[in-house]
């Protein structure tokens, strides 16, 4: 079985598609587990499968796998190196799909002594829209779970060690662009025109005082300047439009809330005490993903049922996850699964998925599913 697993991952990961694009994974997704007898899924959020399993009386639980890539160019040489040039599986999206079905295998093979179990494999999680398409999608019922579970790969941390966390697991993380709307005008003449590149410089300065940088503040919050931009290179006319983007990430969903307003307020002030109009727009919108104690407890005692190595988190993951919009409405839990010491970071070219602990993430998800239906 881990042989095919194995298999899997690699024609994943040869074939990456990037977030909302996900059109041959779906197929290769219902191919597989095709073989397994797990046939008849409902498509949901465009791109992604929800496969449901009914074995008695106890909670509805959601198991949420992710199955997009990112546009990066992959490093590698190995034989299963992304065939498409600047789109790769570089943060291991293809080891959680595989992890996904290898559950569903093992749920056909042993079924649970009770419970409801729906796994989703969501599609455009590294964009923050696929977690709201799925739950916007009327053959997906957000209501109807009582729990709701997911998992991320950790390079860094040893191979195989459970990493949990109650409370805030990731943070809320959105992007802020702001466009300013001036009037061009000749560069020897810059008077008889409305430059936004002023306004830039105070907001950029504005976004580094508002910042409280320590992580283990209370009131965290990052204001990262991403890009701005305002006029050409033609020396003699002075701009008259620009804009400038923003990252905003904040540990708590209120705190997002309440720095964000700030920031665009303090924004549409410095726009129009330099006589610009302005538009701001929120994008990439990542909430925060909060660890439920109970369903946290029975990761943890999943992991010690399993023998294997377990770390509580201090602090949060400092990047953004989708996952965070369903434990905004379900009790739910992400863990961390170590990834190994040696192993290049996510999101960097040479990275790649452990095949090691497919069957770890599979092991892991099963028997956190009997603590909750157990315990429940």
């Not at 496969?51 to 997009?68: C, K």
């Not at 941390?157 to 109650?166: E, N, R, Y």
């Not at 970071?345 to 998800?365: K, M, Q, R, S, W």
Request: net charge negative.
């Amino acid at each position: 079985m881990n042989k095919e697993l194995i298999a899997f991952r690699h024609d994943l990961h040869r074939n990456p598609e990037l977030s909302g694009c996900e059109i041959r994974t779906q197929k290769s997704i219902q191919s597989f587990l095709s073989k397994f007898g797990a046939t008849s899924p409902r498509k949901v959020g465009n791109t992604g499968l929800l496969y449901s399993f009914t074995f008695g009386n106890g909670p509805h639980i959601l198991v949420r796998v992710d199955i997009d890539a990112l546009p990066i160019l992959e490093l590698n040489e190995f034989e299963y190196k992304s065939e498409l040039d600047g789109v790769s599986h570089m943060c291991g999206h293809d080891g959680h799909t595989t992890i996904g079905a290898g559950l569903i295998a093992k749920l056909l093979k042993s079924p649970l002594e009770g419970g409801s179990v729906d796994v989703l494999f969501q599609p455009a999680e590294e964009n923050g829209e696929g977690a709201k398409a799925v739950i916007d999608d009327a053959n997906f019922h957000l209501s109807s779970y009582d729990y709701a579970i997911a998992l991320h790969n950790i390079p860094g941390a040893p191979m195989h060690q459970v990493l949990w966390k109650k409370g805030s697991f990731t943070p809320a993380v959105q992007s802020l662009i702001i466009r300013l709307y001036g009037k061009s005008s000749h560069a020897a003449q810059p008077l008889k025109g409305i430059n936004p590149a002023y306004a830039i410089g105070e907001m950029l300065h504005m976004a580094k005082t508002l910042e409280v940088i320590d992580e283990r503040h209370p009131d965290y919050a990052l204001i990262t300047p991403i890009c701005a931009n305002f006029g050409d290179r033609d020396y003699g006319i002075a701009p008259g439009y620009g804009e400038v983007h923003f990252t905003i990430r904040s540990w708590e969903q209120s705190k997002m809330v309440r720095i964000t307003e700030v920031f665009t307020n303090l924004s549409k002030t410095i726009a129009t005490s330099n006589n610009l109009g302005i538009e701001t727009e929120l994008t990439a919108v990542f909430a925060s993903n909060q660890n439920d104690s109970f369903v946290s407890d029975s990761i943890k005692n999943a992991a010690k049922k399993l023998h294997l190595d377990i770390k509580e988190c201090g602090r949060p993951f400092p990047w953004g996850e989708d996952f965070g919009l369903f434990t905004q409405h379900i009790p739910g839990a992400m863990f961390g699964l170590g990834a190994g010491l040696d192993t290049p970071a996510l999101h960097n070219p040479d990275y790649d998925f452990p095949d090691e602990i497919i069957a770890t993430g599979v092991n892991i998800f099963y028997t956190t599913l009997e603590e909750i239906i157990f315990n429940q």
